[in-house]
């Protein structure tokens, strides 16, 4: 067949078909609510089955390196405590809702005697009904207040979609209520002319951290009688905020019960995540509250079969001659193919809107030589789409009018589309708590289904595929953030001394940190102390301090060179590596090429381009210690945890053709370099271990940086990082420990809490590296095991075997913990 659509390289590299057209019909799968099944879905095929048909194509059964089987689970029904208002329960019981799952009666309990309490339960459990009940029947009881707003609650969500689709979700629940609920999304969206009604009326507000923090506290007067009346404050999907974003909204939700103490209120929070561990203490540290915890899911769940994938090695070679895998992008529209064929509802996850794009259009242009019917039934799903769009196409899905979409990771976060039978993750998304996250989409109407992960070409996929027991008998990762970095707390201080002076009683909320914190923004100029208070002394505003998304620093605009339209912005800090001259870069869809990057005036001018690569920076850094917090013995070497400066410059960018990823050239850049100011973990050996590991000089720096490759790329196993958050260093004799050293540092300043996390969790991170390199087929190294995409010495030197042994001599002197 001719893919005419597609670049030709991309067509190229597809090859021919490689699965047989199902000869069964495909039959439109009819709508039904969660947890009611037609007679139509009993005929959906057996998720074992689904899989055995995947596997029938040449060669593809050897794709498979692992299937995990998991039974169907029984719920547990409770009921709702006798406080809920009557109303409320007549409402639950007409949307068939009569009788609680034991977890959502728990949460509830605990929202009506005033306990801060956070459910982390498995995908499709039923979360948002857990925290709506005790809200929906509080709301009711303040309606009739005598202050005429009543009481109030309001409710986080990580982005407007969700804060969107909870709305609808509360008016539909709520409709036999009357006025008595009253909500309202508060967002960038909202008109101006609803805002006013929202602040004076609305009971339920909806809105995002980032409104919260610029629009909603900073006005906080205008806000008085809301935030009076505070009774609730749902953060859903917790689990989001890790890292530098989870410590700005950490600060941020601490302002809020700042100015809540102000007016009289002290809010419970209730908060929802996916499963995660420790999640009462991932909680607390967001809220600054004491949170219990609700984690016994007992919501029913019907089997799951989930399959780890492996592309095959293609006769491709790159970097040095190392072998190349199939991308898995082109992986997974192949069987993004085959499913729709087979008539089953599927959603593929893809990291990028590009790769969502390219995954559908594969799909379609396959599906056009089986049946004309079958490409209009295979969409694209990501952020940037109009919000009719969206629903649209939710709303295709669900009915099943489509049978397969290619999403981004705007579809993980809660938007309801039950009745999937199959989930395909194009590598491994981060965390294990993303990972359950994305495979609970199918199967969420109680019925089976099957997930299956596409490995990427890297060390962490690479070793997942092979270890199914890190996915699979591990509990999923603690979320990381760290409230008491000062490059996050600072600005916040200000903020907060902007919306009310600071005074000593405060000091406690915001952490210990925050005393040797006012001293340097009184000598800045930023704070004044005037009797016992600090107060904000600029006039700009205090708010605009912190980007609680972005690393700091001035953003980046991104400038279409021929019209001057804006088309977004970058932090500063990601400029250099994603806007540099040359690259390409991705918006709503659409392909530009940075032509030049104005580091004076911060901005990138772009030009709408179709080119048939992708564009990769590559980068040299430098590190110097500042101060070490931790250390411990590991043998003669030593494990070590502080504070670093790291001086980086971006040297060049490389060109691969798409799907297959080959690299077609290297172009040099010019920039200037940056410094950061971070936390790391570092780890040194001695002369006697090197003896013993049998590293000579000619090798030891190739057997470092191998080693330190593969650590970054196993550090997000045990860190809910991204290798993308986090960089390193090897140098065979660094200046300060003047011994050979490995650095792995946070990418942000002051540091997100992974460095830390690999302190904490070293002897089992490098037992994982070292196994993912030793189990690699390749000879001397290849990206699944010690070559990095963003390395800016071109992957040299880089020495398999001598890491193997370092890495060995190292761990055999670490009692394991």
Known sequence: MAFNHLPADVHDALGPLSFTPVTHSVSMANTHRPGRPTAAADSRPAPRTVLDRLTRGPDRSARITHTEHLPPRE???????????PEVIAALGAHGFAHPWSHQAAVTEHALDGRSVVVATGTASGKSLAYLVPVLSTLLDGSNAPNGRGTTALYLAPTKALAADQRRAVRELAAPLGNAVRPAVYDGDTPVEGREWIRQYANYVLTNPDMLHRAILPAHPRWSSFLRSLRYVVIDECHTYRGVFGSHVAQV?????????????????????????????????????????????GSPRGEVVFALWEPPLT?????????????ATAETAELLTDLAVQGVRTVAFVRSRRGAELIALIAQERLASVDASLPGRVAAYRGGYLPEERRALERALHSGELLGLAATTALELGVDVSGLDAVLITGYPGTRASLWQQAGRAGRSGHGALAVLVARDDPLDTFLVHHPEALFQRPVEATVLDPDNPYVLAPHLCAAAAELPLTEPDLALFGPATEGLLPQLEEAQLLRRRATAWHWTRRE?????????GGGGRPVQIVEASTGRLLGTVDESAAHTTVHDGAVHLHQGRSYLVRHLDLEDAAALVE????????????????SLLDTELEVAWGAGRLHYGSVEVTNQVVSFLRRKLITGEVLGETKLDLPPRTLRTRAVWWTVTEDQLDDARISPEILG??????????????????????WDIGGVSVPLHPDTLLPTVFVYDGQPGGAGFAERGFHTAHDWL???????????????????????????????????????????????????
């Not at 190739?702 to 290798?723: K, M, Q």
């Not at 196994?771 to 398999?800: D, V």
Request: charged share 20%.
């Open 75 to 85: 719920g547990r029904h409770a009921v709702w405590p006798d406080r809920i208002r």
């Open 253 to 297: 939700i601490r302002r809020l019960r700042r100015l809540c103490a102000r007016y009289g209120a002290d809010p419970v929070f209730l908060l929802a995540s996916a499963t995660a561990s420790d999640p009462a203490i991932a909680a607390g540290r967001l809220t600054g509250v004491p949170v219990v915890e609700v984690a016994e899911d």
């Open 315 to 327: 006769e491709l070679v790159g970097e040095n001659g190392a072998p190349v895998r199939r991308t």
């Open 541 to 549: 505003r205090a708010a605009d301090l912190a980007d609680i998304r």
């Open 608 to 623: 709408e381009a179709n080119p048939p690569y992708s564009t990769t920076a590559r980068d040299t850094t430098a590190i």
């Open 702 to 723: 190739g057997a470092l940086h191998a080693a330190e490759h593969a650590s970054i790329g196993l550090l997000p196993l045990f860190a809910t990082c991204d290798r």
């Open 767 to 817: 037992t994982a590296t070292l196994e993912a390199i030793s189990a690699c087929e390749c000879e001397a190294g290849c990206p699944s095991c010690i070559q990095s995409p963003k390395c800016g010495n071109g992957n040299e030197p880089l020495h398999k075997r001598g890491a193997i042994r370092l890495l060995t001599t190292l761990l055999s002197a670490t009692p394991p913990p």
